[in-house]
């Protein structure tokens, strides 16, 4: 269990990692302007309907509290959304005990 609660965490703060460089190249190109994608953005890439769609369905299926949070963790960077649950992750997962 602890292994898997590792490699999940590892997959995620990957993730953060491509993200915040992908953020950082873009700043880059821009001449130094600050970009930050959304997780909506980062959505987006892969689907360009999928935000449209889902929004859609969810507001014929969720109650109006559910959909403001939503709103909210859609707007959050798409770093913050993996790395964050990666770090908290790895460190619920801990070390193994010595002699594992």
């Known amino acids: 269990m602890r292994s898997a609660l590792r490699l999940i965490s ?9 993200l915040l460089g992908a953020d950082l190249m873009t700043s880059l190109d821009k001449g130094g ?21 889902f929004k859609d369905w969810a507001q014929h299926h969720w109650p109006p509290f559910a959909l403001h949070a939503f709103d909210a963790v ?22 193994a005990p010595d002699g594992e």
């Open 10 to 18: 590892l997959v995620l703060i990957s993730l953060a990692l491509m």
């Open 33 to 53: 302007e600050i970009t930050v994608r959304s997780v909506e953005q980062v959505w987006a890439v892969f689907s360009a309907n999928g935000v449209a769609n």
């Open 74 to 95: 859609m707007t959050l960077p798409g770093w913050a959304v993996t790395g964050v649950p990666g770090v908290i992750l790895n460190f619920v997962a801990g070390r």
